[in-house]
T-cell receptor
Framework: NAGVTQTPKFRVLKTGQSMTLLCAQD?????MYWYRQDPGMGLRLIHY???????AKGEVPDGYNVSRLKKQNFLLGLESAAPSQTSVYFC????????????????FGPGTRLTVL | GQSLEQPSEVTAVEGAIVQINCTYQ??????LSWYQQHDGGAPTFLSY????GLEETGRFSSFLSRSDSYGYLLLQELQMKDSASYFC??????????FGKGTRLSVIA
């Protein structure tokens, strides 16, 4: 099992360019998430999905779009990149919570380091 | 809304014990999780507390007091490899985990 994989690992964009980050998981998880991590800010949720064909906004959704056409894939798009979107992006997946004793453990991918010039 | 507070940095000596605290304000609380993240790496799950009390996993223990909205992660016999960031996260059921901003632990010789 590869777990959660992310493509690409590194990317440099110019302001205004667009790109798509791909996340794939092979654990048959229903839930998938996109986070950004900036120094001192922890993990901030951008968008998430609770199943194929569904998406929802997180804490910091502006400037990003997502799609979940297949259960195993979750795509994060930047339509017009800005320097403020320079960050490390993490994808994660989990199973639905089955009650108070459910760990709801999230499995994270290795991250994508994005720099917008 | 939901919020978590944890210290931004902690320094401890190799072989010692360190406690990282986390206080939270949330609704629909199921439990408190802890994640570890080494520099350049991805967060990984450490522990989960749904009920009050102490959960022990090797050198790491985690504690929860639901009445105080408070928990902590206890690391014993510190090793240099324990230098990392530690995040507490609130599990509120079938909504995304809410993470604290993380505590950077530096273990010194």
């Amino acid at each position: 099992n590869a777990g959660v994989t992310q493509t690409p690992k590194f990317r440099v964009l110019k302001t205004g360019q667009s790109m798509t980050l791909l996340c794939a998981q092979d654990m048959n998880h229903e839930y998938m998430y996109w986070y950004r991590q900036d120094p001192g800010m922890g993990l901030r949720l951008i968008h998430y999905s609770v199943g194929e064909g569904t998406t929802a906004k997180g804490e910091v959704p502006d400037g990003y779009n997502v799609s979940r056409l297949k259960k195993q894939n979750f795509l994060l798009g930047l339509e017009s990149a800005a320097p403020s979107q320079t960050s490390v992006y993490f994808c994660a997946s989990s199973s639905p919570s089955s009650g108070i004793h459910s760990y709801n453990e999230q499995f994270f991918g290795p991250g994508t380091r994005l720099t917008v010039l | 809304g939901q919020s978590l507070e944890q210290p931004s940095e902690v320094t401890a000596v190799e072989g010692a014990i360190v406690q990282i605290n986390c206080t939270y304000q949330t609704s629909g609380f199921y439990g408190l999780s802890w994640y570890q993240q080494h520099d350049g790496g991805a967060p990984t799950f450490l522990s989960y507390n749904a009920l009050d009390g102490l959960e022990e996993t090797g050198r790491f223990s985690s504690f929860l007091s639901r009445s105080d909205s408070y928990g902590y992660l206890l690391l014993q016999e510190l090793q240099m490899k324990d230098s990392a960031s530690y995040f507490c996260a609130v599990n509120s059921g079938n909504t995304p985990l809410v993470f604290g901003k993380g505590t950077r632990l530096s273990v010194i010789a």
